[in-house]
């Protein structure tokens, strides 16, 4: 089992930046390959933000390229969400991910994520 608590969620402005911190913790974490998250916004479906694999490779959702940067530190099996020139649009709850080489899915409860105007 995997184990992800989310932190760093909160309100802030329009342009703003926030910083999303994910631990990652439990006995199967040594199969765990891409982290990352994802979000869901009132009345919408869950969509990808940003993952990254464990060698480094990362992918974006189209919304949120140029703004927002992933990282990883392997070593603290933690993932983070640098968020920047946030936008009302982006308010939502974030969900950090992580997923296996055996194709099991694990999630984070969420943290939420508010852009005021």
């Known amino acids: 089992q995997v184990q992800l608590a989310e932190s760093g969620g909160g309100l802030v402005q329009a342009g703003g930046s926030l910083r999303l911190s994910c631990a990652a913790s439990?006995?199967?974490?040594?199969?765990?390959?891409?982290m990352g998250w994802y979000r869901q916004a009132p009345g919408k479906e869950r969509e990808l933000v940003a993952t990254m694999r464990s060698r480094g490779s990362a992918n974006y959702g189209d919304s949120v390229k140029g703004r927002f940067t992933i990282s990883r530190d392997n070593a603290k099996r933690t993932v983070y969400l640098q968020m920047d020139g946030l936008k009302p649009e982006d308010t939502a709850v974030y969900y950090c991910?992580?997923?296996?080489?055996?194709?099991?899915?694990?999630w984070g409860e969420g943290t939420l994520v508010t852009v005021s105007s």
């Open positions: 991910s992580a997923g296996s080489v055996f194709g099991m899915e694990y």
């Open positions: 439990g006995s199967s974490m040594f199969s765990i390959d891409v």
